[in-house]
């Protein structure tokens, strides 16, 4: 049958908001096809021997995401994308070269994931005010999504693409889920969106559980609304196949992941100045994850001030009570609850849908139940800034079209104009990281990557005087004195460096004992050629030759 005119016309209109979404974010991000590859990514990316070789690629499914690590990730469809791609892609290297094609990969998810918003918002907003004000939340929340600079990170950095292919898989399979009624052949494509989020990043083992919420909401209708709803929507058959599809695929994945990467992992590895928590006692291994709660809402309303690291000495093992981070993580904590008992007292099935996403998102990432691998990360908000996003368009969609559409020009042009100045900076690695260690003076890590950086670019002078700074700032930590005494061993100044390697070794505690014995060897070698060549200028050589370890 062809669709009327005024059909067609309502389709179009419906689709406007994720078009329109798309657009923006691929608009935004073009700028990153000149972005190179950054900090993780020259690890994974460019030295990870699995990727380069695809006799090796059935690895990524049978060992962990990053061998090595403390923390046992298993992310086995982002590392295939990121092997074929790098077969594809054929020379790479830490100058850049081949790296557009990861990045061009990385944008087109997120301009899927902002139309994916846009009508996930639509869908859910208009199901209790109308399509027009569905029309309208999803216009806000897919743009606000498109342009939002705290997914700068996730975007602009290649081997974050979990984060956006997993908020495709969740945010696709949740917009089948609300759409239309279920009906088998839904049911199979949301198991496989399932499979996508979860084989992408951990976040995607919370699916099932949103469809549950989803499913619970209808209790907050009448009985004889919540029979209509329960027959026309979630049919018996095509509710019973979900069920046991989730069931199979859930347990399937934890089967295989348990024997793969399992998800317990020695919290004795991990490093103090990454996760400061490690170290919390007390009261402070329960408050500290609320402090960094309110850092998220700050980033989340005003993304000024961005960062690649939030660790040590951004943030403590104990809580600041002269910062206001705390007390905006404890008021949002109360603001929660506020809008859910309003949210089930007037029977809005997609605010309280959005705030149980949004609290098991954050949930999952904010040290609480169990320590993860950080702290906190912009990149962490990928997904659950579409939920937050949603419940802000919910109260915006009911404005007047005038209003709503000079504040959303505000938002949009300041948000985009945040995205684009902070994803060029992704060109230049020693750029970003001195953008970020003057912006986040307290950051210890983004002060030694650009010390790194510049090393690596043979800019000692420069490496020197960064790491002079960072042993003032930052003198607890023994990497900082090993890194020193490479730098000052290559400069030759070879007394310094063994000052530096002392220093290491007083502050050595369980991160990477080998660095300053291999910094010892080094030293050796430095000095005996040091001798060598002084021998040599000064007549026959009795000099032993060049040593290849420490006596």
Same mark, same amino acid.
Request: net charge positive; glycine share 6%.
């Given at each position: 049958?062809?669709?009327? +005119?005024?059909?067609?016309? %309502?389709?179009?209109?419906? *689709?406007?908001?994720?078009?329109?979404?798309?657009?923006?974010?691929?608009?935004?991000?073009?700028?990153?096809?000149? =972005?190179?590859?950054?900090?993780?990514?020259?690890?994974?990316?460019?030295?990870?021997?699995?990727?380069?070789?695809?006799?090796?690629?059935?690895?990524?499914?049978?060992?962990?995401?990053?061998?090595?690590?403390?923390?046992?990730?298993?992310?086995?469809?982002?590392?295939?994308?990121?092997?074929?791609?790098?077969?594809?892609?054929?020379?790479?290297?830490?100058? @850049?070269?081949?790296?557009?094609?990861?990045?061009?990969?990385?944008?087109?998810?997120?301009?899927?994931?902002?139309?994916?918003?846009?009508?996930?918002?639509?869908?859910? #907003?208009? %199901?209790?005010?109308?399509?027009?004000?569905?029309?309208?939340?999803?216009?806000?929340?897919?743009?606000?999504?498109?342009?939002?600079?705290?997914?700068?990170?996730?975007?602009?950095? #290649?081997?974050?693409? /979990?984060?956006?292919?997993?908020?495709?898989?969740?945010?696709?399979?949740?917009?089948?889920?609300?759409?239309?009624?279920?009906?088998?052949?839904?049911?199979?494509?949301?198991?496989?969106?399932?499979?996508?989020?979860?084989?992408?990043?951990?976040?995607?083992?919370?699916?099932?559980?949103? #469809?549950?919420?989803?499913?619970?909401?209808? *209790?907050?209708?009448?009985?004889?609304?919540?029979g209509r709803i329960e027959a026309t929507?979630?049919?018996?058959?095509?509710?019973?196949?979900?069920?046991?599809?989730?069931?199979?695929?859930? $347990?399937?994945?934890?089967?295989?992941?348990e024997s793969v990467a399992p998800m317990?992992?020695?919290?004795?590895?991990?490093?103090?100045?990454?996760?400061?928590?490690?170290?919390?006692?007390?009261?402070?291994?329960?408050?500290?994850?609320?402090?960094?709660?309110?850092?998220?809402?700050?980033?989340?309303? =005003?993304?000024?001030?961005?960062?690649?690291?939030?660790?040590?000495?951004?943030?403590?093992?104990?809580?600041?009570?002269?910062?206001?981070?705390?007390? #905006?993580?404890?008021?949002?904590?109360?603001?929660?609850?506020?809008?859910?008992?309003?949210?089930?007292?007037? %029977?809005?099935?997609?605010?309280?849908?959005?705030?149980?996403?949004?609290?098991?998102?954050? @949930?999952?990432?904010?040290?609480?139940?169990?320590?993860?691998?950080?702290?906190?990360?912009?990149?962490?908000?990928?997904? +659950?800034?579409?939920?937050?996003?949603?419940?802000?368009?919910?109260?915006?969609?009911?404005?007047?079209?005038? +209003?709503?559409?000079?504040?959303?020009?505000?938002?949009?042009?300041? =948000?985009?104009?945040?995205?684009?100045?902070?994803?060029?900076?992704?060109?230049?690695?020693?750029?970003?990281? /001195?953008?970020?260690?003057?912006?986040?003076?307290?950051?210890?890590?983004?002060?030694?990557?650009?010390?790194?950086?510049?090393h690596e670019r043979d800019d000692l002078?420069?490496?020197?005087?960064?790491?002079?700074?960072?042993?003032?700032?930052?003198?607890?930590?023994?990497?900082?004195? $090993?890194?020193?005494?490479?730098?000052?061993?290559?400069?030759?100044?070879?007394?310094?460096?063994?000052?530096?390697?002392?220093?290491?070794?007083?502050?050595? @505690?369980?991160?990477?004992?080998?660095?300053?014995?291999?910094?010892?060897?080094?030293?050796?070698?430095?000095?005996?050629? =040091?001798?060598?060549?002084?021998?040599?200028?000064?007549?026959?050589?009795?000099? +032993?030759?060049?040593?290849?370890?420490?006596?």
């Amino acid at each position: 049958m062809i669709p009327s +005119p005024a059909q067609t016309q %309502r389709q179009l209109s419906a *689709w406007l908001p994720a078009i329109c979404a798309a657009a923006l974010a691929l608009a935004l991000y073009a700028i990153d096809l000149r =972005a190179t590859y950054i900090y993780d990514d020259q690890w994974i990316v460019l030295r990870d021997k699995r990727l380069q070789d695809p006799s090796r690629w059935g690895e990524l499914w049978t060992d962990a995401y990053f061998p090595g690590a403390p923390d046992h990730l298993w992310r086995p469809l982002t590392s295939t994308t990121l092997a074929v791609q790098t077969w594809l892609a054929g020379k790479t290297d830490a100058l @850049g070269a081949g790296a557009w094609q990861f990045h061009l990969f990385n944008i087109l998810t997120h301009v899927i994931a902002s139309a994916l918003t846009a009508e996930l918002a639509r869908r859910l #907003i208009a %199901r209790r005010s109308g399509e027009r004000r569905g029309i309208a939340g999803g216009f806000i929340a897919g743009l606000l999504f498109a342009a939002h600079p705290v997914h700068v990170e996730a975007v602009a950095t #290649i081997v974050n693409r /979990g984060e956006t292919l997993c908020a495709i898989g969740v945010l696709a399979a949740l917009g089948v889920l609300v759409g239309r009624a279920l009906t088998p052949a839904r049911a199979v494509v949301i198991a496989a969106l399932f499979l996508l989020a979860v084989l992408s990043k951990d976040q995607g083992i919370l699916l099932p559980t949103m #469809i549950v919420t989803w499913w619970l909401t209808v *209790w907050m209708h009448g009985r004889a609304e919540r029979g209509r709803i329960e027959a026309t929507e979630f049919p018996r058959p095509a509710k019973m196949t979900l069920l046991l599809l989730m069931l199979f695929c859930t $347990s399937g994945y934890l089967l295989v992941r348990e024997s793969v990467a399992p998800m317990a992992w020695d919290r004795y590895f991990l490093e103090w100045v990454v996760n400061p928590i490690v170290r919390a006692e007390g009261a402070a291994r329960w408050l500290v994850p609320i402090e960094i709660l309110g850092r998220y809402v700050g980033l989340l309303i =005003a993304p000024i001030h961005l960062s690649l690291d939030y660790g040590w000495r951004v943030t403590y093992w104990t809580v600041r009570w002269d910062q206001p981070w705390i007390y #905006i993580g404890l008021g949002a904590i109360v603001a929660w609850a506020a809008g859910m008992i309003a949210a089930i007292r007037m %029977r809005d099935r997609a605010a309280a849908f959005s705030l149980v996403c949004l609290a098991m998102l954050w @949930g999952l990432v904010s040290n609480i139940p169990m320590l993860i691998g950080t702290i906190m990360g912009e990149r962490l908000l990928y997904l +659950p800034s579409a939920f937050f996003l949603i419940l802000l368009a919910i109260p915006l969609s009911r404005l007047p079209a005038g +209003p709503l559409a000079i504040m959303l020009a505000v938002l949009l042009t300041l =948000a985009s104009v945040r995205t684009v100045t902070y994803a060029r900076l992704f060109e230049n690695r020693a750029r970003l990281y /001195g953008y970020v260690a003057q912006s986040q003076p307290d950051s210890m890590q983004a002060h030694v990557m650009w010390a790194v950086e510049l090393h690596e670019r043979d800019d000692l002078t420069g490496a020197d005087r960064i790491m002079r700074d960072v042993r003032r700032r930052f003198p607890e930590y023994s990497h900082v004195w $090993s890194y020193s005494a490479l730098v000052a061993m290559e400069m030759g100044r070879l007394d310094e460096a063994e000052r530096y390697l002392d220093e290491a070794e007083k502050w050595l @505690g369980k991160e990477s004992p080998d660095l300053p014995r291999g910094l010892r060897d080094k030293l050796f070698n430095y000095r005996a050629a =040091a001798a060598a060549a002084a021998a040599a200028a000064t007549g026959p050589s009795t000099a +032993p030759a060049t040593a290849t370890g420490a006596p």
